[in-house]
């Protein structure tokens, strides 16, 4: 059994890893810690887990924590995991951090767009755990970082693409939308339920934090820069994401090459599924608590726009389920354990 805690189990993507975990065969969640819910049990915090567990919520305390742990998932804000994990690290315990600490190839990049990194040698070390991508990078990995919701939708849509130099490298847009939970579980006025509820808009259209995280990745697979153009929207739903990509293929394409290229790059990939049939596109409704992936593809007839459509559930394949996928790799585990 591997023995797993999560630090801020109370969040919406630590209380998804909790749902996920306590049903993994593998796996024995041994401690999950919260500042405000200390002391608390985590069915008081969320009583859809009644009956399910009997897990406390702990206040963090590094060596407590450390002894009753083999693999640490880190569900915090960024700005913290990085003053926590290189001491997790020196302790021998694998890592899989959820914000995007250690996303990142090139420090200048996050920095640009977060602030300032306390633990920049680790970027030499940490790997980015877009599990059907990285997969052998992963299995010998010690420190995961775990993919943004939206960077997970577009890349997953565009790498098999672009490895093949079948669609051009410019002007690739990224028309994407996001439900709440997105957001996390703290107050913020934009997801007040009057503010959310029967309304749609794009938001951050002038810089994402997942657009360079989406363009280091992009420009690395394509051997070239790529910019890219992603507007996100706020959807009044509470989990699920869509993107909308629209781009050039290089060649008159058919439909059935495109399908093939994304047959052959996820063949053995089990939680992609392809949806060639333009009747009938993903849907966010469909992958909502999986772990899945689904992906869908349309040629406007004679000309040489292609739109690819991805959705997943932000939850669990755009931060919790990928995360256990990662662990999954890492610990020599099927990759599918616990997320079926
Ligand atoms: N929500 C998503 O769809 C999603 C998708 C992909 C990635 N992520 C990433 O996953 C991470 C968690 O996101 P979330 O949506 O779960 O956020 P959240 O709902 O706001 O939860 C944050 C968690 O961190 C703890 N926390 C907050 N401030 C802390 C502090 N100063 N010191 C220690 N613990 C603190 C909170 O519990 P206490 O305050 O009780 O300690 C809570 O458990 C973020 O980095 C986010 O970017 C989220």
């Known amino acids: 059994m591997v023995r797993v805690g999560i630090i801020g189990a109370t969040g919406y993507a630590g209380a998804e890893l909790v749902r996920i975990l306590i049903n ?7 401690t999950i810690t919260s500042r405000q819910y200390a002391g608390v049990s985590f069915t008081d915090v969320y009583p859809a887990m ?4 009997d897990l406390v919520c702990e206040e963090f305390h590094f060596d407590t924590f450390c002894e009753k742990t ?28 959820l914000s995007a ?17 306390t633990a920049k040698d680790l970027f030499k070390v940490s790997v980015y755990g877009l599990c059907e991508v990285n997969r052998d990078a992963i299995r010998h990995a010690s420190l995961i970082g775990n993919p943004g919701c939206y960077p997970t939708t577009v890349l997953l849509a565009l790498i098999p693409l672009l490895r093949e130099g079948m669609i051009e490298t410019t002007q690739i847009i990224a028309d994407s939308k996001s439900g709440v939970s997105g957001a996390g579980r703290s107050l913020a006025l934009a ?12 938001y951050k259209l002038d810089g994402h934090r997942h657009c360079p995280e989406m363009e ?15 507007v996100p929207h706020l959807l009044p739903m509470n989990r699920g994401m869509l993107s909308t ?25 089990p939680f992609v599924r392809l949806y060639p049939d333009v009747k009938r596109p993903p849907d966010v409704k469909y992958v909502q608590y999986t772990n899945n992936c689904d992906i869908g593809f349309y ?18 394949k755009g931060a919790s389920g990928q995360a256990v996928q990662n662990m999954n790799i890492m610990m020599g585990i099927d990759e599918t354990t616990g997320l079926r």
């Not at 993994?24 to 041994?30: A, C, I, M, Q, R």
């Not at 040629?299 to 669990?316: E, F, H």
């Open 24 to 30: 993994h065969p593998e796996v024995k969640l041994t």
């Open 50 to 53: 009644s009956g399910l567990t």
């Open 70 to 97: 083999d693999v640490v998932f880190t569900a915090l804000p960024h700005k913290l995991p990085m003053e926590i994990i290189p001491k997790l690290l020196n302790k021998g315990k694998k890592v899989i951090d």
């Open 101 to 117: 600490d250690f996303r990142f190839d090139n420090v200048d990049a996050y920095e640009a767009v977060y602030q300032a990194h």
């Open 191 to 202: 997801t007040h339920f009057c503010e959310a509820n029967e309304a749609f808009k794009a």
């Open 216 to 230: 280091e990745v992009l420009s690395k697979e394509a051997g070239t820069p790529i910019s890219l153009t992603f």
């Open 245 to 269: 990509i629209y781009t050039t293929i290089t060649q008159d394409y058919s439909l059935t090459d495109i399908r093939h290229c994304f047959e052959s790059f996820y063949k053995d990939r």
């Open 299 to 316: 040629v406007k007839p004679g000309t040489r726009r292609l739109v690819l459509i991805s959705a997943i559930d932000n939850l669990v």
